[in-house]
């Protein structure tokens, strides 16, 4: 197997439109204009971003079963770091040099203090050894996220056309068209094309 | 699984007996004033929910077993059974909000509508033609609060809940019934 390491970028950007970074039929992800950047590589190769900046995380984690629907949207602000693993062509296309105000705006005193935040959440996803073994990262044509909470678990989605999987402390999420499994606290739905079947609730 | 069924009906029967004798060694025992005075008070019905209760965790863990996903789909309810106290623990504000959401004839033609499947509003807007589309609005809005409704906040559809569903139902079978009782 072969073990690569994965690098942080030393040269803040930020977005310099709002950006959409997913979307599909079930959820989306977008940040707003002025979101600090900074690229993840690995063997010099881009391969995704942290970011940190006000954004939104939309996920319609509703399953519609014969007897009706069951579960709502999530809907939640962005507001700390979030790390994104793949679409880095259309990404790189809105990013523009950030300044010291840029970061300022942010909370941010200098460079070395984002960077430093960005490190941590690199490391709360990756490890502190950064290490990838395999011959390609993350989803092929497929995107990674992790959002940082307040507390220790990182919040993931990846996603893959119609293919999503969403962890979050208290659900798992996992769809591909009409075929989904739901996890929350107090029930578990599985569901494919010819029915549903639900525990609990 | 049907012979653990058939064990199940055994041990019920067994409890049944069990209990016939009870009644019966109480009802000799016991006579007050003119009449027969049988005491099945607390301790007793609580013993019958025993029974019952550990009837209905047997066959509920047999189900479990065997995972089946039917056309219908199926539902295995997992907490307590029901009981006297839970009939009492009644959320009367939350049953009258969604009684209240039923109880309007636009909003009834409107989960007439999404039991065929999500719509979009446009597609509620055509179908419900003598609905303004604010007062389209407005009445989703009761149904998603009441939880009967909700909406996909990508695609926007309006998709029935499965309270709704049920909801809806019951209040189709209380209209027929009343409609049968109304015509004798």
């Given amino acids: ?201 | 699984m049907a012979e653990d069924l058939k064990e199940e009906m055994r041990k019920l029967k067994e409890e049944m007996a069990s209990l016939k004798d009870q009644l019966k060694s109480m009802s000799e025992g016991e006579h007050r004033g003119r009449g027969l005075y049988i005491d099945i008070g607390n301790p007793m019905r609580g013993y019958v929910d025993d029974v019952m209760q550990g009837v209905a965790e047997g066959v509920h863990g047999e189900l479990e077993k065997s995972i089946f996903i039917g056309p219908q789909g199926v539902r295995i309810l997992r907490g307590q059974p029901f009981r006297q106290e839970e009939q009492e623990r009644v959320d009367f504000a939350k049953t009258a909000e969604a009684m209240s959401a039923l109880g309007h004839e636009h909003r009834l033609k409107i989960l007439n509508e999404l039991m065929g499947g999500g719509r979009y509003i446009n597609e509620l807007q055509e179908k419900l033609s003598e609905i303004t589309t604010s007062t389209l609005s407005s009445h989703l809005k009761v149904l998603e609060e009441a939880g009967l409704v909700v909406q996909e906040k990508v695609r926007g559809r309006y998709l029935i809940t499965i309270p709704g569903r049920t909801a809806y139902k019951m209040a189709q079978q209380v209209a027929r019934f009343l409609e049968r009782r109304n015509g004798e």
């Fill in chain 1, 1 to 201: 197997m072969i073990c690569r390491q994965y690098q942080l970028d030393d040269k803040i950007m930020k977005t310099n439109d709002p950006m959409r970074l997913w979307q599909s039929e079930k959820g989306l992800v977008e940040v707003d204009k002025g979101a600090l950047v900074l690229g993840i590589r690995l063997d010099d190769e881009l391969k995704g971003y942290v970011l940190h900046g006000h954004g939104r995380l939309i996920l319609d984690t509703i399953v519609e079963t014969k007897d009706g629907a069951i579960g709502k949207p999530i809907e939640k602000e962005i507001t700390e770091p979030l790390l994104m693993l793949g679409a880095t062509e259309e990404t790189q296309r809105h990013l523009v040099t950030a300044t010291d105000e840029d970061l300022a705006e942010k909370g941010y005193g200098n460079q070395k203090e984002f960077a430093a935040n960005a490190e941590k959440l690199f490391e709360r996803f990756l490890g502190k050894e950064r290490i990838h073994g395999g011959g390609y990262c993350g989803v092929p044509n497929g995107i990674v996220f992790a959002f940082a909470g307040k507390d220790h678990d990182l919040e993931i989605l990846v996603a893959d056309g119609a293919k999503i999987v969403y962890k979050a402390p208290d659900m798992v999420f996992v769809a591909e068209r009409n075929r989904v499994l739901m996890k929350r606290p107090d029930h578990t739905i599985l569901m494919n094309g010819r029915g549903s079947f639900i525990f609990g609730e």
